[in-house]
């Protein structure tokens, strides 16, 4: 049974960046793409970007600037870092793996609140 | 970036009642479109998948159509669990998006 559990602070100062990481058991991250999601409070969902198993991205490009989304084999893990964050990124962040040809999410992690404050 | 919308916005219904719910792209997307479920505090869970595909282990009152720029998703016969929230989403094209959402209530 696949399994994604996100990891990671939850509190991040303003202007500081946002680490994340997602573990991934019973599928290899070398396979298929790897998505990030979020969550704020309330609100819908937004698409923050994936990785694929050649380690190729695509990110939102209302996020391109902050994000960077990475893989790590040996750990069967993959991460995400966003920059200079402020008190709108304040979400849960959920990971999720997205399956070819449609790259929909069929498994997600739980979900990690991430709240940005002083 | 494509825009979802959904309808309607929250939708009240009763145990046994048939409901629809409708999700319009801003531009074809083909036969990208996929619905999910979402409970308080829980991740979204997958329903359908390409407008119509039904996921592995969710029941078959749940069906999906539409191509292009409508689509639906119908639920046949509401049952207790399934009071949520329900989103669409494209896949068709970077960024994904996501409709507002549909609150379902009792």
């Known amino acids: 049974q696949l399994q994604l559990e996100e990891s990671g602070p939850g509190l991040v100062r303003p202007s500081e960046t946002l680490s994340l990481n997602c573990s991934v058991s019973?599928?290899?991250?070398?396979?298929?793409?790897w998505t990030w999601m979020r969550q704020p409070p309330g609100k819908g969902l937004e698409w923050i970007g994936h990785?694929?198993?050649?380690?190729?991205?695509n990110y939102n490009p209302s996020l391109r600037s902050r994000v960077t989304i990475s893989v790590d084999t040996p750990k069967n893990q993959f991460s995400l870092k966003l920059s200079s964050v402020t008190a709108a990124d304040t979400a849960v962040y959920y990971c999720?793996?997205?399956?070819?040809?449609?790259?929909?999410?069929?498994?997600w992690g739980q979900g990690a609140l991430v709240t940005v404050s002083s | 970036d494509i825009q979802m919308t959904q309808s309607p916005s929250s939708l009240s219904a009763s145990v046994g009642d048939r409901v629809t719910i409708t999700c319009r792209a801003s531009?074809?997307?083909?036969?990208?479109l996929n619905w999910y479920q979402q409970k308080p505090g829980k991740a979204p869970k997958l329903l359908i998948y390409?407008?119509?595909g039904l996921q592995n282990g969710v029941p078959s009152r749940f069906s999906g159509g539409g191509s292009g720029t409508d689509f639906t998703l119908t639920i046949s016969s509401l049952q207790p669990e399934d009071f949520a929230t329900y989103y669409c989403?494209?896949?068709?094209?970077?960024?994904?998006?996501f409709g507002q959402g549909t609150k379902l209530e009792i």
């Open positions: 999720a793996r997205a399956i070819s040809p449609w790259l929909v999410q069929d498994y």
């Open positions: 019973g599928d290899s991250i070398s396979s298929n793409h």
């Open positions: 990785i694929n198993y050649r380690g190729s991205t």
């Open positions: 531009q074809s997307i083909s036969g990208y």
């Open positions: 390409a407008s119509s």
């Open positions: 989403q494209q896949t068709y094209t970077t960024p994904q998006t």
